[in-house]
């Protein structure tokens, strides 16, 4: 297909490999609904105030 955004490859896991490039040592987590978008951003602050970096692989365009 020529349209960029379709692939029928699976998207990575951006933020499992995040983790497993820093040893497990930081906040990551994966969020595909807007609805989950505030609780995964507080946790993430938290992590961060913890002195943890901390990484959010935020969907957003589904399927692009």
Not at 24 to 37: P, Q
Request: a negative charge; proline letters at 5%; charged letters at 20%.
């Amino acid at each position: 297909s020529s349209d960029v955004c379709s692939s029928d490859l699976p998207t990575p896991d951006y933020a499992g490999i995040a983790k497993a490039a820093a040893g497990g040592k930081l906040f990551a987590e994966k969020v595909a609904k807007t609805s989950d978008l505030e609780g995964v951003l507080q946790r993430a602050v938290d992590a961060v105030k913890g002195g943890t970096t901390a990484v959010i692989d935020a969907v957003v365009a589904p399927g692009c």
